[in-house]
């Protein structure tokens, strides 16, 4: 079986670090490479690097003209010497760094905001800890990285900084340039994972519903046995999806996948998912030893080698019978799902209104929100027509943020702490039929039920860690159904629990 991210993480150094580091830069760690892939011969390599060398001196006419000349081409996989360059193209990098050519510059000489600057400084270090370039604090792979999130922070103060995009930031820092890094990096957290990062997590949660619809189509066995064991989307494919599969699959897998990420979007991170749910559990007798949610999980955290082979996803991603429609059908029916349920929600919380007075409830769970700035925003972000692919899923442009919500729901915002234990706190609204928390790395795992009023549901925690404690827990989601008693009062209550990753 494969070792997870994060159990990887936890393993002692002295059974996983080698003396010298693999042909990718890593010392140990699940991504080390061992035993790469057999090469192509010379001439097969030379001649990939001629097309794609010509390719992009031609860039503009080949994105206009021949999309489909492009992809191709990254679906076969991106010579690695042109990778980087390719990668800079295809993101539309090229573009932003030519519209402001001295902006990188202009923002490291800004202070920032001082609480975004200190939560990365406390997470800089966590980032692919056995690769060469972030082991020490003074290495030029930790600073660049700091570098690279401070400037995000105040060039889109609206995200400031998430801890999910940290190991997206470090990834990008082993293949370009810092400044070039930087650009690929706003392009893929504004255009390619747009919202993803905002507080809420709403669009995550709106995917969590796609995948579930697109498993059922592609899948139905296994989707019948999620269904079955009450396995939620956001147990498994939080991670997946935040961090675009930088923390999930091994090295060359990740970069093959990454080529067509840059290529066609978001559908890429669909199907990679796709690929790795029907593959784990599309055996009947693994299906039938999965008998419970947390052995459904366990598989799906590590699943066999042969499945995250990149050969094997790549040749799966491409067999699945997934046209651009079916996306949008899904999405479209994702959209008009949640908002039925936001308008049963409002209708709750108006019936409610008149206990508003009496009945209470505290909320306190760990919270997982990105840490906004509040500088102004110095520029945005456009992507040039050019170099947009008329056949690649995207989402309408949201202009509001889920935050604050002032009935029917719970909004948890991070309040920030001191340490890796900071827990946040926030009051459940009378008549709330949710209570929705998020933690991503910090510690704290709560048991959770409704706030108060509640009409049923659930609370749900997404936690990070398998240290022991007297709370059941798991990498995902923890979910308690609602409790209310005769006041219609709810409760929740919260263990809190140190771990490092």
């Known amino acids: 079986m494969a070792t997870s991210p994060r159990s990887a993480d936890t393993i002692s150094l002295c059974s996983t670090v080698s003396s010298c580091p693999d042909r990718n830069g890593f010392y140990g760690g699940f991504q080390r490479t061992d035993k790469p892939k057999e090469p192509l011969s010379k001439a097969q390599i030379i001649a990939r690097e001629k097309k794609w060398l010509y390719m992009l001196d031609n860039?503009?006419?080949?994105?206009?003209?021949?999309?489909?000349?492009?992809?191709?081409?990254?679906?076969?996989?991106?010579?690695?010497?042109?990778?980087?360059?390719?990668?800079?193209?295809?993101?539309?990098?090229?573009?932003?760094?030519?519209?402001?050519?001295?902006?990188?510059?202009?923002?490291?000489?800004?202070?920032?905001?001082?609480?975004?600057?200190?939560?990365?400084?406390?997470?800089?270090?966590?980032?692919?800890?056995?690769?060469?370039?972030?082991?020490d604090e003074d290495k030029v792979g930790q600073i660049e990285?700091?570098?690279?999130?401070?400037?995000?922070?105040?060039?889109?103060?609206?995200?400031?900084?998430?801890?999910?995009?940290?190991?997206?930031?470090?990834?990008?820092?082993?293949?370009?340039?810092?400044?070039?890094?930087?650009?690929?990096?706003?392009?893929?957290?504004?255009?390619?994972?747009?919202?993803?990062?905002?507080?809420?997590?709403?669009?995550?949660?709106?995917?969590?519903?796609?995948?579930?619809?697109?498993?059922?189509?592609?899948?139905?066995?296994?989707?019948?046995?999620?269904?079955?064991?009450?396995?939620?989307?956001?147990?498994?494919?939080?991670?997946?999806?935040?961090?675009?599969?930088t923390r999930t699959l091994p090295w060359e897998t990740l970069l093959r996948v990454w080529d067509c990420f840059l290529a066609e979007g978001i559908r890429v991170i669909f199907k990679v998912a796709l690929v790795i749910l029907g593959a784990s559990l599309n055996s009947h007798k693994v299906r039938k030893q999965c008998n419970g949610l947390c052995e459904t999980l366990e598989v799906l955290r590590s699943p066999p080698d042969n499945v995250l082979d990149e050969d094997f996803i790549i040749n799966h991603m491409q067999r699945l019978n997934l046209r651009v429609e079916d996306f949008q059908i899904e999405h479209t029916r994702q959209k008009a799902r949640r908002a039925k349920q936001k308008a049963l929600q409002e209708a709750q919380a108006a019936a409610a209104a008149p206990r508003a007075a009496t009945s209470s409830s505290t909320a306190t769970v760990a919270s997982y929100v990105p840490v906004a700035a509040s500088t102004t925003p110095t520029t945005t972000m456009t992507?040039?027509?050019?170099?947009?692919?008329?056949?690649?899923?995207?989402?309408?442009?949201?202009?509001?943020?889920?935050?604050?919500?002032?009935?029917?729901?719970?909004?948890?915002?991070?309040?920030?702490?001191?340490?890796?234990?900071?827990?946040?706190?926030?009051?459940?609204?009378?008549?709330?039929?949710?209570?929705?928390?998020?933690?991503?790395?910090?510690?704290?795992?709560?048991?959770?039920?409704?706030?108060?009023?509640?009409?049923?549901?659930?609370?749900?925690?997404?936690?990070?860690?398998?240290?022991?404690?007297?709370?059941?827990?798991?990498?995902?989601?923890?979910?308690?159904?609602?409790?209310?008693?005769?006041?219609?009062?709810?409760?929740?209550?919260?263990?809190?629990?140190?771990?490092?990753?």
Not at 159 to 175: D, E, Y
Request: aromatic residues 10%; hydrophobic residues 35%; positive net charge.
């Open 145 to 245: 990285l700091f570098n690279v999130l401070k400037a995000y922070s105040i060039y889109n103060p609206k995200v400031g900084f998430c801890q999910a995009q940290a190991p997206i930031a470090a990834f990008l820092l082993m293949h370009l340039p810092a400044e070039d890094a930087f650009w690929v990096f706003v392009s893929v957290c504004d255009v390619y994972l747009e919202d993803y990062f905002i507080t809420g997590l709403e669009v995550l949660q709106n995917d969590a519903g796609i995948l579930e619809g697109l498993l059922k189509k592609t899948c139905p066995p296994v989707y019948r046995h999620l269904q079955k064991h009450r396995v939620e989307p956001l147990l498994y494919m939080t991670d997946w999806f935040l961090c675009a599969m």
């Open 59 to 135: 860039w503009s006419l080949y994105m206009s003209k021949n999309y489909k000349k492009i992809r191709d081409r990254c679906r076969k996989g991106i010579p690695k010497s042109i990778r980087p360059r390719a990668w800079f193209f295809l993101s539309g990098a090229y573009l932003l760094k030519k519209k402001h050519p001295n902006l990188y510059a202009e923002l490291l000489e800004k202070p920032g905001n001082p609480h975004v600057i200190e939560e990365i400084k406390k997470d800089k270090h966590r980032q692919f800890p056995f690769h060469e370039m972030f082991l």
């Open 383 to 501: 992507r040039s027509a050019s170099n947009s692919q008329n056949n690649t899923f995207s989402r309408p442009s949201r202009t509001t943020s889920p935050t604050n919500i002032t009935s029917g729901s719970v909004t948890v915002v991070n309040i920030g702490g001191s340490d890796d234990n900071s827990i946040s706190s926030s009051t459940a609204t009378a008549g709330a039929t949710s209570a929705m928390a998020y933690e991503y790395s910090n510690g704290g795992v709560a048991t959770s039920s409704n706030g108060a009023g509640a009409m049923g549901g659930g609370a749900h925690v997404i936690v990070a860690t398998t240290t022991t404690s007297t709370t059941t827990k798991f990498d995902g989601v923890y979910g308690a159904n609602g409790n209310t008693n005769s006041n219609g009062n709810g409760s929740v209550s919260v263990t809190t629990n140190s771990y490092h990753t």
